[in-house]
């Protein structure tokens, strides 16, 4: 039995050759009357390059600079969040489970692995009027019967008002 090798000639590697990926997150944001939302935001200025060479480059979308702690957390089965506010600008990113939150505006949106949440709400006054009176931030809890595990990246920066999608 004669094994063959085939070498292909050199050239730039498939990523190389690919357009720029678009990924989306999830962002709770608050507007200049103090009312917190959800949008459905891009990411879109990935850069193809090594982020420790010799290794291969890969699509990376650099966010904003500066000091950031990381926590692992494991909310447990029929976790109920009750509505308060982020304690800082966090990315959210689900592990396993499902979890949700849900706006001042009413909004709801369900996430689970490989979704992502900004959650800059820190500026929310607590509504005067309707069935969410006296409610303010965002209200969180657990889908389902299970526990959910969580990454949160809490960064050092200060929130902004009136700014969905402002990281791209």
Not at 25 to 53: E, I, N
Not at 58 to 67: F, V
């Amino acid at each position: 039995m004669m094994l063959m090798v085939a070498v292909l000639p050199a050239g730039p590697s498939r990523a190389a050759t690919e357009q720029a990926p678009r990924l989306t997150y999830h962002h709770m944001w608050t507007d200049d009357r103090g009312v917190s939302h959800l949008a459905t935001c891009p990411l879109t200025q990935f850069v193809l390059k090594s982020m420790s060479p010799p290794a291969g480059p890969q699509w990376q979308d650099r966010q904003p600079d500066g000091r950031a702690t990381v926590l692992m957390t494991v909310q447990p089965p029929h976790w109920d969040g009750a509505w308060h506010e982020d304690p800082k600008v966090q990315w959210i990113v689900p592990l396993r489970g499902r979890w949700f939150v849900q706006a001042m505006d009413g909004t709801r949106v369900e996430m689970g692995p490989g979704d992502v949440l900004l959650g800059e709400d820190q500026n929310t006054r607590p509504l005067s009027t309707g069935p969410m009176r006296g409610r303010k931030g965002h209200l969180g809890g657990n889908v389902g019967d299970g526990a959910v595990d969580l990454m949160v990246v809490q960064m050092d920066i200060a929130p902004t008002v009136g700014q969905p999608c402002h990281f791209r």
